[in-house]
């Protein structure tokens, strides 16, 4: 796996230790942490001034479990002070080991209980589109895992048979899935008429190269692949 | 009233660019004109009911007023950690339609029944409003206020409907005036409870809207004896009547749908009697209580 395009800015990098201490990161914070950085950095169209403005682009992280890097890049994005970092899942924190909406500038959903994103996606999705909103993309971010949660599957076929075009899920794999995915996640993507991509995980221009090849008519799904969360 | 739900709502859609229907397949055909006129705003998932609660919730975090429907048991039983994640903890409303209540379908047997329904909103955030109504005329009248706001409706359409309609009972309406109790009737359990109470000397008062209880309507009007008569589980407004009168003394009898399993078909009709809310069991348990 190359880290040749991989680089993390310090910023970032003390906005997780800030938030993590001297803890080892947990593998699942770490899992996301560049594709969210490059979502943040290069892809979405969001404004930390305008967290509101309707017309921007959706990133729901379905997977809400370890959101450290999730808090981290938006800390170093400006959506909240830095120093909300400090005190994680403290009693007068807006920052749990889930993240909720409600609390934190820029967190587009709650989440936790795994499957849930994908289905709030399609419904932002075809808010926006009913209301004449064409400019905005919506993201949901999904783990390997949490695909096992069959509410995924009622938002894939849903969103295939329709063509959801302004919709891109992406799915962290460390192939922590317990009865895996044979065939590869792409293919359960696919059969339901998405377009997919597969990228290093970890190299930030594989990554923005997935995101950016979808195409106008269809749903688009980027399997990024990480070291195994077991291994 | 399902008839009812399809004309009011395709009416908002008509007249309200927020308003917007999601359906997993029940239905479908009574939307079919809505459709093809919004078809952005009238969204069939299909056979999915979390993607429906789901839809739900991310069309009202971009700011429509969804209306979302399908038989009570898939609608509210199947899908509840939707209602309670993509709704509740997201901080957003919906309109939730039921129809086929406690025992509409009776002969589809207990997988197409909910007389839990209202009990489980009930475990959820407490800003919810749930609607019974017991005529269409009400359900109309109900169904077109809940476009106005964004907060969390349930509404409980029931095939079984009273003689007349009585939009105004969002709080207790007192239909009928006595001594010795308050008998409360909720959504189409008034028609059997004026039957069966009938040359009694007790209060009848009634609502179609039982969340938020009105307990100040309640305190003022009940002497120290209380019928409630609901058309899904029994007690399932009992705590909010002891809370209403918990510095009065008072007896309470909760009547409503049973919580064992009758496992039998037949007609709504049947169920009444086999779980007491027909006119001559109602008259025999309330009149007990009453004279007691």
Redesign the interface.
């Known amino acids: 796996m190359t880290l040749a395009t991989t680089t993390r800015p310090a910023e970032l990098m003390a906005a997780l230790y800030r938030l993590t201490g001297d803890e080892k990161h947990a593998p699942a914070a770490l899992s996301t942490l560049d594709v969210l950085w490059v979502l943040y950095d290069r892809i979405l169209r969001v404004d930390p001034a305008r967290p509101d403005d309707p017309d921007r682009d959706r990133f729901l992280l379905s997977k809400g479990h370890g959101p450290a890097a999730y808090y981290a890049v938006l800390a170093t994005k400006g959506f909240f002070p830095a120093d909300w970092l400090d005190d994680l899942a403290g009693p007068g924190s807006r920052l749990g080991h889930h993240p909720d909406r409600n609390l934190v500038p820029g967190v587009e959903i709650s989440a936790g209980s795994l499957g849930h994103g994908l289905g709030l996606g399609v419904g932002t999705a075809l808010g926006l589109r009913a209301q004449g909103r064409t400019a905005p993309h919506v993201y949901v971010l999904v783990g390997d895992a949490e695909l096992d949660e069959g509410s995924n599957h009622e938002a894939i076929a849903y969103a295939g048979a329709t063509g959801l075009a302004s919709l891109t899920a992406i799915v962290i794999d460390n192939r922590s899935a317990t009865h895996g995915w044979p065939g590869g996640i792409a293919a359960r993507f696919a059969v339901n008429g998405w377009t997919t991509a597969e990228v290093d995980g970890r190299d930030h221009d594989d990554i923005a190269r997935g995101l950016l090849t979808r195409s106008p008519d269809r749903p688009h799904v980027v399997v990024a692949r990480v070291e195994p969360k077991f291994s | 009233m399902r008839e009812t739900f399809i004309d009011t709502t395709t009416a908002l859609l008509d007249d309200d ?1 927020r308003t ?1 229907v ?1 359906l997993a397949d029940i239905s479908v055909d009574g939307f079919a004109p809505a459709v093809r006129r919004h078809p ?2 009238v ?1 069939n ?2 056979i ?1 009911e ?2 429906m ?12 007023r ?1 209306y979302v429907h399908s038989y009570a048991p898939f609608l509210i039983d199947r899908a509840y ?2 209602i309670k ?2 709704l509740d ?3 957003v409303g919906a309109v939730l339609v039921s129809i086929g209540g406690s025992y509409d379908a009776s002969a589809e047997g207990r997988t197409h029944q909910s007389p839990g329904d209202v009990a489980l909103i009930d475990t959820l955030n407490g800003g919810w409003t749930v609607h019974v109504p017991g005529h269409p005329d009400e359900a109309a009248v109900l169904l077109r206020t809940a476009a106005r706001h964004d907060d969390p409706v349930y509404a409980r359409l029931s095939g079984r409907a009273n003689a007349d309609a009585y939009p105004d009972a969002g709080t207790l309406r007192v239909l009928r005036r006595g001594a010795r109790a308050t008998v409360v009737a909720v959504g189409p359990m008034l028609d059997p409870v004026l039957a069966a109470t009938r040359g009694l000397d007790v209060t009848v008062a009634y609502t179609h809207t039982p969340r938020p209880f009105d307990a100040a309507g309640l305190r003022a009007i009940a002497g120290d004896r209380v019928v409630l008569v609901e058309p899904y589980l029994a007690g399932t407004s009992a705590r909010l009547v002891a809370a209403a009168l918990s510095d009065v003394p008072h007896r309470l009898l909760s009547l409503g749908v049973g919580r064992a399993e009758v496992r039998r078909y037949g007609s709504p009709a049947d169920h009444d009697r086999w779980h007491g809310l027909d006119p001559a069991s109602l008259r025999s348990r309330i009149g007990g209580f009453v004279n007691g």
């Open positions: 660019p917007a999601v952005d705003r969204v998932v299909g999915r979390q993607l609660l789901g839809v739900a919730g991310g069309l009202a975090l971009t700011g429509l969804p950690e939707q994640l993509d903890h997201q901080g």
